[in-house]
T-cell receptor, first 114, second 114 residues
Framework: AQSVTQPDIHITVSEGASLELRCNYS??????LFWYVQSPGQGLQLLLK??????LVQGIKGFEAEFKRSQSSFNLRKPSVHWSDAAEYFC????????????FGKGTTLSVSS | DADVTQTPRNRITKTGKRIMLECSQT?????MYWYRQDPGLGLRLIYY???????NKGEISDGYSVSRQAQAKFSLSLESAIPNQTALYFC?????????????FGSGTRLTVV
């Protein structure tokens, strides 16, 4: 069965600094991979997704993520964090075929300091 | 209007009561899902449905039931609510077509069982 690990429960980054949120997955074949963001009191919004092809994917709000098969990772990055990026971030994995639902990691809470 | 609407937004109920959470969508998606979110545990899958005649249990289905009344409606019931079912519940939808695998989430229902 597939699974997702987000090793960092809480990260604090200074405004303007770069950000990397880690995500490791467990799945035997090439997975579908996603990053979602949840602002306080809100639902979840899709930041980006990877299905196949170029391993560096661009998303909304200046985020990008890189799929590394050898490391079973799909880390989320942003070159310069803004205070509005403070939120909870979830990595999710799905099988690359019909018939499954997404499995989510436990989330990483990002705080942005001024 | 929101693409995925959950009602109610907030609900307080007593232990032992039956409660139904409703989800409706205007996305035209065939797949619908119920997740619950607890602090530190991320989102965990309760039930999912890939079409009106298809219902599948997720990882934490005990104590819950669902009904897919139409393609656009997917309800979650707690037959006899207990305090550890206090959580934030999310409905999500997705399209089974290739390349459109990402979910659209509702805004959530915050349920408190006292």
């Amino acid at each position: 069965a597939q699974s997702v690990t987000q090793p960092d429960i809480h990260i604090t980054v200074s405004e303007g600094a770069s950000l990397e949120l880690r995500c490791n997955y467990s799945y035997g074949a090439t997975p579908y991979l996603f990053w979602y963001v949840q602002s306080p009191g809100q639902g979840l919004q899709l930041l980006l997704k990877y299905f196949s092809g170029d391993t560096l994917v661009q998303g909304i709000k200046g985020f990008e993520a890189e799929f590394k098969r050898s490391q079973s990772s799909f880390n989320l990055r942003k070159p310069s964090v803004h205070w509005s990026d403070a939120a909870e971030y979830f990595c999710a994995v799905g099988r690359n075929q019909a018939g499954t639902a997404l499995i989510f990691g436990k989330g990483t809470t990002l705080s942005v300091s001024s | 209007d929101a693409d995925v609407t959950q009602t109610p937004r907030n609900r307080i109920t007593k232990t032992g009561k039956r409660i139904m959470l409703e989800c409706s969508q205007t996305k035209g998606h065939d797949r619908m899902y119920w997740y619950r979110q607890d602090p530190g545990l991320g989102l965990r899958l309760i039930y999912y449905s890939f079409d009106v005649k298809d219902i599948n249990k997720g990882e934490i289905s005990d104590g819950y039931s669902v009904s897919r009344q139409a393609q656009a409606k997917f309800s979650l019931s707690l037959e006899s609510a207990i305090p550890n079912q206090t959580a934030l519940y999310f409905c999500a939808t997705s399209d089974s077509g290739q390349g459109t695998y990402g979910y659209t989430f509702g805004s959530g229902t915050r349920l408190t069982v006292v």
